[in-house]
């Protein structure tokens, strides 16, 4: 198989990413200091610093002299200012020139605007504000190389609009109520709480970059939008969106219109997608909880997206924990989902995991309650813990022919109602643990590919109902398997058992639903050997996902003997 892997060295060859470690605060009469010392111990230390965008971040953006601070106090319904760069007009401040600007004060109806052509930085130092605007954006990033918007520690900051914004003729923006029409950073260990009644809560039409603070937003539409790209280093963030919750959409080019996530503890709330972009999403770590459309118990219009995790290409999650309940798939991609690691509770009215193209699943413990579990037209598991109770299939390589489901390692349990391991194509297995309790309809198997499945390893148990669709590994594969169907239907939990000749353990299992076929192949499985199949009994083993390790059986009613002769042997 060839696997693609995503090379974001080469997307983002323009864009490149900031890895810079900034973990202590120090502030002295001279400078303030937002940089550890251990980490950056120059400005100048380019060596210290990748770059995001074309300078969107760089060590010196957090380092200032105190002294260079303008102070702008809100008054209510009036502003004051205490230095130069800023002219007021009744309750609308502008900053018209790059420099440090600490903010302060209730302005209960009025607007802070940046507009400098400056290539400088515009600092906005957020120290305990309550901003509200009834006909615009309260903050208005009109024009400004970047800008840093700092949350000082053990502060609460308010920013609150109303339903409708009156614009000039032609114009429709500023369209969120914290709006910058270029690059935005946002950090610091203070709080931004954005109460957004009109569109978006947060929005920057170039880069976005959320370095750390608590964030909490209520927003008509989306929370967080980056169009160009969305960079999340750190943070608390809880969004309630009739939107999407996190955005990047500017899919015109294709450096843009991804999200990054290094690290943080997010609770979205979505009306629509939870994390959208329209090229990529990578995931470092951090803890997800996500309700997406209302959840997987909603009914949505199919005109409606909302998924949980969402990219128009591709998306690699490389650790964290996720708790994900969405109305659509909780993790959806048009390209390729590679899952390294992490904890995955995930609940989806439609498909769990999503690809159009492929899903790699290199480790990780994924727990799914969904209608489909996990669709694509190539998947691939080599690792992990897999636990899925499903209405429909629980795996399933979806499309035409040419579809594969590669099993090369993991513990996979599924439960559903539809079938077990389902391909339009073909199945090849050569490690791992495969569970199935099966459907207990006769419309679907515990097992169903239209190519050819090649058992080379691991080890398969499965029930079902419908006995005369049953399939297990084709006669080329090279480990032997057994397809047995019963006379009549054995109650959920009563045993089946299979021993050698010489009384020794083969299996011991007890299914969770009624069942009358049982499939099932393992490396201890031998030509030529005899084994007797046994119904009911008990065991004093311990019993694991229904499959009993050590401990002694007592025989139940002995169904048949029968030996091992072909790759596939069919007991009746």
Not at 60 to 73: K, L, R, T
Not at 169 to 184: F, H, I, K, R, V
Request: overall charge negative.
């Amino acid at each position: 198989m060839n696997r693609i892997r995503i090379n974001w060295k080469s997307i983002l060859s323009v864009f490149s990413l900031v890895t810079i470690l900034f973990v202590s605060c120090s502030v002295d009469k001279d400078t303030v200091d937002l940089v550890d010392d251990d980490d950056v111990t120059s400005t100048e230390d380019d060596s210290k610093v990748t770059v995001i965008g074309e300078n969107h971040e760089e060590a010196a953006d957090y380092v200032w002299d105190s002294a260079s601070v303008v102070g702008i106090v809100l008054n209510g319904s009036s502003i004051s200012v205490n230095g130069d760069g800023a002219t007021v007009n009744g309750a609308t401040v502008t900053i018209t020139a790059a420099g440090n600007y600490e903010i302060t004060g209730t302005l209960n109806n009025g607007q802070i605007i940046v507009d400098t052509d400056d290539d400088e930085i515009v600092r906005l130092i957020f120290n305990g504000i309550n901003v509200t605007n009834t006909s615009n954006a309260p903050i208005n990033i009109a024009n400004s190389e970047k800008t840093i918007v700092i949350l000082t520690e053990n502060t609460t900051n308010y920013l609150t609009d109303a339903s409708s914004y009156v614009f000039a003729s032609g114009e429709d923006e500023p369209n969120a109520t914290l709006y910058s029409a270029d690059d935005l950073t946002i950090y610091g260990e203070g709080t931004l709480i954005i109460d957004s009644n009109y569109n978006d809560a947060i929005t920057s039409k170039d880069g976005l970059l959320i370095k750390s603070g608590t964030i909490n937003i209520t927003s008509v539409d989306d929370g967080i939008r980056g169009k160009d790209y969305l960079y999340i280093m750190d943070g608390n963030i809880t969004i309630t969106a009739g939107g999407d919750g996190f955005k990047s959409d500017n899919g015109d080019d294709a450096n843009n219109g991804y999200i990054i996530i290094e690290s943080g503890t997010f609770n979205i709330t979505s009306g629509g997608d939870a994390i959208s972009a329209a090229s990529n999403v990578q995931i470092t770590t951090g803890d997800f909880t996500i309700k997406s459309g209302g959840g997987s118990s909603s009914s949505l219009s199919s005109s409606i997206s909302a998924k949980g995790i969402k990219a128009d290409l591709d998306i690699i999650i490389e650790d964290g924990v996720f708790n994900i309940n969405s109305a659509d798939d909780t993790i959806h991609s048009g390209n390729e989902i590679t899952i390294e690691s992490g904890t995955f509770e995930l609940a989806s009215g439609d498909d769990a995991i999503h690809s159009d193209g492929v899903i790699i699943i290199n480790g990780g413990a994924i727990n799914i309650n969904s209608d489909e579990g996990i669709e694509s037209p190539s998947i691939t598991i080599n690792d992990g813990e897999i636990n899925i109770v499903t209405s429909d299939d629980a795996i399933n390589a979806a499309g035409n022919s040419t579809n594969y489901l590669y099993i090369n390692g993991g513990y996979i349990v599924l439960t559903c109602s539809g079938d077990g391991l389902d391909s339009n194509g073909n199945i090849e297995m050569t490690a791992g643990t495969v569970i199935i309790n099966g459907p207990t309809a006769a419309n679907n198997s515990t097992l169903d590919y239209d190519g050819t499945f090649n058992l080379n390893g691991g080890y398969i148990i499965g029930t079902g109902y419908a006995s005369n669709m049953e399939e297990i590994g084709s006669t080329t594969s090279n480990q032997y398997s057994l397809i047995v169907k019963l006379t009549s239907a054995q109650s959920a939990g009563n045993l089946f058992h299979i021993e050698d000749s010489s009384g020794e353990n083969i299996v011991t299992f007890k299914p969770a639903k009624k069942y009358q076929s049982i499939v099932f192949s393992s490396s201890k499985l031998s030509s030529g050997s005899t084994y007797k199949i046994y119904l009911g009994g008990s065991s004093t083993g311990s019993e694991i996902n229904g499959l009993y390790e050590n401990g002694t059986y007592s025989p139940g009613s002995l169904y048949k003997s029968f030996t091992i002769s072909n790759k596939v042997t069919t007991v009746n």
